[in-house]
């Protein structure tokens, strides 16, 4: 804070006393001021008075404390402490004054042992380091209702200093620990009064206010407008999901809940009616065409002269954009009519769905689906052409509604008509991005469609992923090679050619991750065994085994992977990945389990079944149990099996161990060496389950 010009004047002229008078004034009307007395005292230093300065600072001090001021008076000790008191005397009063000011903080004395406020007490500077790491955890005692990003709101319950972390009980969602570290990043400490604390401690008080003023002090919690999504977040479980709608209607009728001129699609408060009419009607005046239009939809049940004020406006410009801007006109048209002002003009929506030689640009100017929608409704109502139309609609439409509405009525009427405009996405998907991403999405769910398409949309959404051109539908297509999705349930619909393709445009898809590909790969193999490359050295097993083993790898590609993607999903909405330990514990399960899955639909993919029926025991040979005698004539059987099923303790070794490899190929009566015994090989028979 710069030094007021008087004072700075009365110092230049060393009128101290006058100095000292106004100090002792201000002690009397404003001892909180700190900044201000902090800058006094500074420039007394400066100016070779540094025990007047002192003197001041105490009598400063000394009314604080009697006023019990302790948070000022911590401040003043920031700012002042070093002119007033030598190191150990100002580590004490931070101590004592801190103590004062969290005197009902069960958690403190712990706390300050956790950020070693003892130590070091002649280094003020690590001092006060200290004293805001207290200050930054302090806010989490026990007892403190927090929000966390992407958990909720809940309640500190435990305050463990052995493990540095705080056990928060979120409602519904169980406990969870937060160390005292990522704590400033992952909790906010909410005040008593806050409409999220409210919620936990008292909600009985919130379940009488009506909407709007619930909504009101909603807001005013806030210091940044809300999205309509962020109040039913916050009001959750105050505001059922049934009377959301009908409550969010009458809620934004409150007189002085605007838009945000800011945050597109939020709202927030202010202080009068007045300063609403003015704010909004300003908005409006500077808003684009449309920008004019949301603001009618959105402020016009408040004030019905602001409604007549905005109609008005947008009567004029609806007229003059009829020739230029058609889509432009058919909106304005529409929201007049949603408050009986609509025109009987010839710019009204048949008219302009009628006389139009080329309705496509009509539909390519409307922003609002809704609009756009009730374009596509007056279309099939009042032209011959309806047909052509809609099917060229398809290729330019994004919206999913919008395109099931389209599909439907082209296809009541004709489906050779709906197959063509299929035919033509399928021939060019990026000129075609959204019908082509909702016609994927779809197929999942539709065996005919997936018996038809086949191979041909499995390749088509694999090239879709890696073109530019439909980047803004990457998200949604990748989702499709997941679990569940079109990608994987086309497998069962694919014979053994198109297996084979499939498995070919696999290896060469590029915008994949390596992991989701090799799952789909082991899911080819899964369902079509023969595509599988023996591998030089073969795996050997029983058939049951080797059936155990498939199951193994079916759990993995459909139960746990999927459960863990989600998992992972989950992890990162906490957010700050750097400190969760959800993700990162998330992650590397995934890791193991992508590396478990392949390592398995390898092994497969080598497996030769033993079948103990063709096992020749004329000689040791894998699957055969080896009867062996030592030199003091004990007895004892070994069993040669594939590594799946070795079991030393049941005296089976796989054929890939050392025992084994001595005894291979050796006949009835031969001796061999197994560990420090040179044994007889006394009889050979198959294994037999």
């Known amino acids: 804070m710069a030094l007021p010009r008087e004072i700075r004047k009365q110092i230049e002229k060393q009128d101290f006393d006058t100095v000292e008078s106004d100090w002792l004034e201000k002690v009397e009307t404003a001892p909180e001021d700190v900044r201000h007395f902090n800058s006094v005292a500074r420039a007394l230093v400066g100016a070779g008075q540094a025990d007047t300065a002192k003197m001041l600072l105490d009598l400063l001090d000394d009314e604080l404390q009697e006023a019990d001021r302790w948070t000022a008076r911590l401040e003043l000790l920031r700012k002042t402490g070093k002119i007033q008191h030598p190191p150990s005397k100002l580590h004490a009063m931070i101590v004592e004054t801190l103590r004062r000011i969290y005197a009902d903080t069960s958690a403190l004395e712990q706390l300050m042992e956790t950020v070693a406020l003892h130590r070091s007490s002649n280094d003020i500077d690590k001092v006060w380091d200290k004293v805001g790491r207290l200050e930054?955890?302090?806010?989490?005692?026990?007892?403190?209702?927090?929000?966390?990003?992407?958990?909720?709101?809940?309640?500190?319950?435990?305050?463990?200093?052995?493990?540095?972390?705080?056990?928060?009980?979120?409602?519904?969602?169980?406990?969870?620990?937060?160390?005292?570290?990522?704590?400033?990043?992952?909790?906010?400490?909410?005040?008593?009064?806050?409409?999220?604390?409210?919620?936990?401690?008292?909600?009985?008080?919130?379940?009488?206010?009506?909407?709007?003023?619930?909504?009101?002090?909603?807001?005013?919690?806030?210091?940044?407008?809300?999205?309509?999504?962020?109040?039913?977040?916050?009001?959750?479980?105050?505001?059922?999901?049934a009377k959301w709608n009908s409550w969010w209607t009458a809620a934004r009728k409150h007189p002085q809940i605007i838009a945000s001129a800011d945050v597109r699609n939020a709202y927030q408060w202010v202080e009068s009616n007045e300063d609403a009419r003015g704010a909004t009607w300003k908005r409006f005046d500077n808003a684009s065409p449309r920008g004019k239009l949301d603001?009618?939809?959105?402020?016009?049940?408040?004030?019905?002269?602001?409604?007549?004020?905005?109609?008005?406006?947008?009567?004029?410009?609806?007229?003059?954009?009829?020739?230029?801007?058609?889509?432009?006109?058919?909106?304005?048209?529409?929201?007049?009519?949603?408050?009986?002002l609509a025109p009987e003009e010839e710019w009204s929506?048949?008219?302009?769905?009628?006389?139009?030689?080329?309705?496509?640009?009509?539909?390519a100017s409307i922003d609002s689906r809704t609009a756009r929608e009730k374009a596509y409704v007056l279309?099939?109502?009042?032209?011959?052409?309806?047909?052509?139309?809609?099917?060229?609609?398809?290729?330019?439409e994004s919206g999913a509604k919008l395109l099931a509405h389209l599909a439907n009525a082209l296809q009541e009427v004709s489906t050779d008509t709906y197959r063509r405009a299929i035919e033509r996405c399928l021939a060019q998907p990026s000129r075609a991005g959204g019908f082509f991403t909702w016609l994927a999405e779809n197929a999942a769910e539709d065996e005919e469609e997936l018996e038809r398409l086949g191979i041909r949309l499995f390749k088509k959404i694999l090239f879709a992923i890696s073109t530019e051109e439909l980047s803004p539908y990457r998200s949604r297509l990748l989702k499709l090679c997941e679990s569940g999705g079109t990608l994987p349930r086309l497998l069962p619909h694919l014979d053994d050619k198109g297996a084979r393709e499939a498995?070919?445009?696999?290896?060469?898809?590029?915008?994949?991750?390596?992991d989701v590909k090799d799952l789909l790969i082991s899911a080819i193999h899964l369902k079509f065994p023969a595509l599988r490359?023996?591998?030089?050295?073969?795996?050997?097993?029983?058939?049951?085994?080797?059936?155990?083993?498939?199951?193994?790898?079916?759990?993995?590609?459909?139960?746990?992977?999927?459960?863990?993607?989600?998992?992972?999903?989950?992890?990162?909405?906490?957010?700050?990945?750097?400190?969760?330990?959800?993700?990162?514990?998330a992650r590397q399960r995934h890791e193991f389990l992508s590396a478990l899955a392949t390592?398995?639909?390898?092994?497969?993919?080598?497996?030769?079944?033993?079948?103990?029926?063709?096992?020749?025991?004329?000689?040791?040979?894998?699957?055969?149990?080896?009867?062996?005698?030592?030199?003091?004539?004990?007895?004892?059987?070994?069993?040669?099996?594939?590594?799946?099923?070795?079991?030393?303790?049941?005296?089976?070794?796989?054929?890939?161990?050392?025992?084994?490899?001595?005894?291979?190929?050796?006949?009835?009566?031969?001796?061999?060496?197994?560990?420090?015994?040179?044994?007889?090989?006394?009889?050979?028979?198959a294994y037999s389950a």
């Open 379 to 396: 279309i099939r109502e009042l032209r011959d052409d309806w047909r052509q139309l809609y099917r060229d609609a398809l290729i330019n």
């Open 533 to 585: 490359q023996p591998e030089e050295t073969p795996l050997y097993a029983l058939a049951d085994t080797i059936e155990r083993k498939r199951d193994e790898l079916r759990k993995l590609l459909e139960e746990e992977i999927p459960t863990n993607r989600k998992a992972i999903e989950e992890a990162r909405a906490l957010g700050d990945l750097r400190e969760n330990f959800e993700y990162k514990s």
């Open 295 to 340: 603001l009618l939809n959105r402020a016009g049940a408040k004030d019905e002269k602001l409604r007549e004020r905005m109609s008005n406006t947008l009567l004029r410009l609806g007229r003059d954009s009829a020739a230029t801007e058609p889509g432009l006109s058919f909106e304005i048209w529409l929201a007049l009519e949603k408050w009986g």
């Open 599 to 685: 390592e398995l639909n390898e092994d497969l993919g080598r497996s030769q079944p033993l079948d103990p029926g063709k096992i020749d025991a004329s000689q040791v040979r894998i699957g055969t149990v080896i009867t062996l005698v030592g030199e003091n004539a004990a007895e004892q059987t070994i069993t040669i099996l594939g590594p799946w099923e070795s079991s030393p303790e049941n005296r089976i070794v796989s054929y890939e161990s050392e025992v084994a490899a001595k005894l291979l190929g050796a006949r009835k009566g031969e001796q061999v060496e197994v560990g420090d015994e040179t044994l007889t090989i006394s009889g050979i028979t």
């Open 136 to 241: 930054s955890l302090i806010r989490y005692d026990k007892g403190t209702v927090v929000y966390m990003t992407g958990k909720g709101v809940g309640r500190v319950t435990e305050v463990n200093q052995k493990l540095e972390s705080f056990k928060v009980e979120i409602g519904g969602k169980g406990a969870l620990r937060v160390g005292f570290r990522a704590a400033p990043k992952m909790l906010e400490a909410l005040p008593e009064e806050h409409i999220l604390a409210r919620k936990v401690n008292d909600p009985e008080s919130l379940s009488d206010l009506g909407p709007g003023d619930l909504l009101a002090e909603t807001l005013q919690c806030f210091d940044r407008p809300l999205t309509a999504a962020e109040v039913r977040d916050a009001l959750h479980g105050l505001v059922s999901t």
């Open 503 to 514: 498995e070919q445009v696999l290896i060469r898809a590029a915008g994949i991750s390596r």
């Open 349 to 363: 929506p048949h008219r302009l769905v009628e006389q139009l030689a080329d309705p496509l640009r009509l539909l």
